[in-house]
């Protein structure tokens, strides 16, 4: 099993619509979780951290299932200018952080 | 947050020959990382630099092919050795929160070096 998987998409979603992304990991020892966005050709920035309880920024909310092993987010009232690419990532409690291929949005008006 | 600047941002370069790829950021960092992202595939990272001491470097990397320089605390140097087509890739650069107040280990990447090798 891959040490991070995501659901390349793409995701054809129409201006306003709601969108989920799931990633799962494989290590059960994982202790931090993130969601990066990468715009084309550019470099990934951190969109948000996911905490235990799960989180809210605006229209994006992240969750993580300890249990089942995944991280999860969704973005309401979806935008234009979100399309981009969604790459999950995770820390083992090292250096080293792990990122997802990424899921691939496009937002159509 | 950190401002992280690469050079060159484009090459291209012929089979066989070398590329060095700086990464600069604008204020100092423990440690830098290098990461290679191939068209659709995820960041996979090179190694790790700790500036005064040999880089860090991960399966499938190595050290005569990706030597790297770490002279001080802002900068960090790869470079690409002996080019092939396999290595015609994005290389990025990244820190982590150089002001060491975030909890969160979160990384911010340098805006890549895209390389392509013919």
């Known amino acids: 099993r891959k040490e991070v998987e995501q659901d390349p998409g793409p995701f054809n979603v129409p201006e306003g619509a709601t969108v989920a992304f799931n990633c799962t990991y494989s290590?059960?020892?994982?202790?931090?979780f993130f969601w990066y966005r990468q715009d084309c050709r550019k470099e990934p920035k951190l969109l948000m951290s996911?905490?235990?309880s799960g989180n809210e920024d605006g229209r994006f909310t992240a969750q993580l299932n300890r249990a089942s092993q995944y991280i999860s987010l969704l973005i309401r009232d979806s935008k234009l200018s979100d399309s981009a690419t969604y790459l999950c990532?995770?820390?083992?409690?090292?250096?080293?952080?792990?990122f997802g291929a990424g899921t691939r949005l496009f937002v159509k008006a | 947050s950190a401002v992280i600047s690469q050079k060159p941002s484009r090459d291209i370069c012929q089979r066989g020959t070398s590329l060095t790829i700086q990464c600069q950021v604008d204020?100092?960092?423990?440690?830098m990382f290098w990461y290679r992202q191939q068209p659709g595939q995820s960041l996979t990272l090179i190694a790790t630099?700790?500036?005064?001491?040999?880089?860090?470097?991960e399966s499938g990397f190595v050290i005569d092919k990706f030597p790297i320089s770490r002279p001080n605390l802002t900068f960090s140097t790869l470079t690409v050795s002996n080019m092939s087509p396999e290595d015609s890739s994005i290389y990025l650069c990244?820190?982590?929160?150089?002001?060491?107040?975030?909890?969160?280990?979160?990384?911010?990447f340098g805006p890549g070096t895209r390389l392509t090798v013919l």
């Open positions: 990244s820190v982590e929160d150089p002001t060491g107040t975030s909890s969160t280990d979160t990384q911010y």
């Open positions: 290590n059960s020892a994982s202790q931090s």
């Open positions: 996911v905490y235990s």
């Open positions: 990532a995770f820390r083992e409690g090292g250096f080293k952080t792990i």
């Open positions: 204020s100092q960092v423990t440690m």
């Open positions: 630099a700790n500036q005064g001491s040999e880089a860090t470097y």
